[in-house]
């Protein structure tokens, strides 16, 4: 953090203090919602989680050095100086959107059904070409790690990309509320978290939140092959593959699962892009990172160098070349739209093709049909081996049999079933798709097969 003092937290969050006066004229080096993570001059804020109180561990924070705490309990005796709030989780949100308005960087803010991450990862490994990125670190997208991503915000940071993920009408508000993004990116509007928000249209709704506190000049960047996307085209600049689009990209060309190339046609000039990792889906991503790094002033030589430098995160589109197998590692998480996309990777491969696939939460009353929609998706392709577990995965399972018959399909109830017969199933050199829904747990064969 930079030039954030205590008592700027304490204005912002309404709270009482109760310490010594100096310390509120002291700059806060970071903030903290783990005692485990505190370094001296932290900010501690004692959160109530399902599992365990924040509070019991105020006392430690003080011995690593912690400047203050923030609680939602009057202490009786406390370890150290400490502000007392109503709720201190949205003390955390107040206190990240005073920093962030104390901040003149860029900041991208990246949202959508499928790829936000990806998304992220490209646009952070083209900006890194030209400037020092923060972007958000693992699954912080949410109203608690957004916040303390913009924590995370330094002296030495040029420009910060921010993946704001939501379920929920009126998340993305406050997000965005938190975040003001310079430059706002929507990937698409799929079917992801159907339960909470009725239909794709709830979900474009939902996700236009984004713009409720972006900059007045905020840059708009859309997938203008996106059908519900496109009620933003007057006031976007639109990628996509179809030439309509300002930014479109052809001269593709599979190099399997090593990755893509193709060209990017923009109003600036052309980028050869060589994306290192597989799948149609990139090609949307380096576009997102072609527009805004043309509109945060890189030339083609820096946008085609960082897309080149882009790697993938374990969990998301992760290859694993083990002693057995080529692993496609994207457990991380999973609906319709990155299920089918996913499979389109792995029919790249140019070994036996095996897809071991699990349930996809938060598809609400269409959750039997949008699992047999993948299933369905198997008739235009060639995967050798089908392999679902889990309750819901048994539709994509009976879908699969009926529309790809050339495949063998198995269903396994859990991951511990097909992990017991999976040297029955697997050939040395297979290339093995891992994919489900987070609570899965599906990491959990991809090292079983990494270690196999």
């Known amino acids: 953090m930079k030039n954030f003092t205590a ?28 005692s ?50 109503k709720d201190t989780l949205q003390a955390l949100k107040d206190g990240a959107e ?92 799929g079917v992801a978290h159907l339960e909470y928000l009725g239909s794709r249209d709830g979900i474009l709704k939902a996700k236009m939140e984004m713009l409720d506190y972006a900059a007045p000049d905020a840059g708009i960047f859309i997938n203008g092959d996106d059908d519900k996307l496109a009620i933003m085209k007057d006031r976007a600049v639109t990628f996509g593959l179809n030439k309509t689009n300002q930014i479109y990209a052809d001269q593709i060309e599979n190099l399997g699962l090593d990755g893509i190339r193709c060209r990017i046609r923009t109003p600036e000039g052309d980028i050869h892009a060589a994306i290192p990792i597989p799948g149609m889906h990139m090609v949307y991503n380096a576009m997102a990172g072609t527009c805004v790094g043309q509109s945060l002033g890189l030339n083609s030589e820096e946008i085609e160098a960082g897309i080149r430098s ?6 998301r589109g992760h290859l694993l070349h083990t002693p057995r197998f080529t692993l496609l590692d994207d457990c991380y998480n999973a609906n319709p739209v990155s299920m089918r996309a996913m499979l389109d990777v ?64 198995l269903h396994f109830p859990d991951k511990e079933s097909f992990l017991r017969d999976r040297d029955h199933i697997l050939k040395d ?19 079983v097969l990494s270690e196999s």
């Open 346 to 409: 792995l029919d790249q491969a140019l070994t036996r093709k095996v897809a071991v696939l699990g349930d996809m939460g938060e598809l609400g009353d269409q959750k039997k049909e949008l699992h047999a929609s993948v299933g369905e998706h198997l008739k235009d392709l060639s995967i050798d081996v089908v392999v679902t577990i889990g309750p819901l995965s048994e539709f994509i399972h009976e879908a699969a049999r009926t529309a790809s018959p050339s495949s063998c399909c």
């Open 36 to 85: 485990r993570q505190i370094r001296k001059g932290d900010l501690f804020l004692a959160t109530v989680g399902e599992r365990t109180d924040g509070h019991r561990f105020i006392p430690g924070v003080f011995e690593k050095g912690a400047l203050c705490a923030v609680s939602q309990q009057k202490l009786t005796d406390p370890a150290g100086p400490y502000i007392l709030v």
């Open 310 to 315: 882009l790697s993938a995160l374990p969990g």
């Open 98 to 189: 005073a920093y962030r308005k104390t901040l003149s960087i860029p900041v991208i803010g990246v949202t959508g059904s499928v790829g936000k991450t990806s998304t992220k990862e490209m646009i952070a490994a083209v900006l890194g070409r030209k400037y020092h990125v923060l972007r958000t670190p693992g699954n912080f997208n949410n109203e608690i790690g957004l916040p303390l991503t913009i924590f995370m915000i330094d002296r030495e940071h040029e420009a910060a990309v921010l993946e704001m993920g939501m379920n929920h009408f009126g998340e993305m508000h406050r997000l965005s509320r938190m975040a003001r993004p310079t430059h706002c990116v929507f990937t698409n509007i």
């Open 7 to 34: 008592g700027q937290f304490l204005e912002a969050c309404g709270g009482t203090f109760y310490g010594p006066s100096g310390i509120l004229e002291q700059n806060i080096q970071g903030v903290k919602v783990d």
């Open 429 to 447: 050199g297979d290339s093995v798709l891992v994919k489900a829904s987070h609570y899965m747990g599906f990491e959990e064969i991809v090292n």
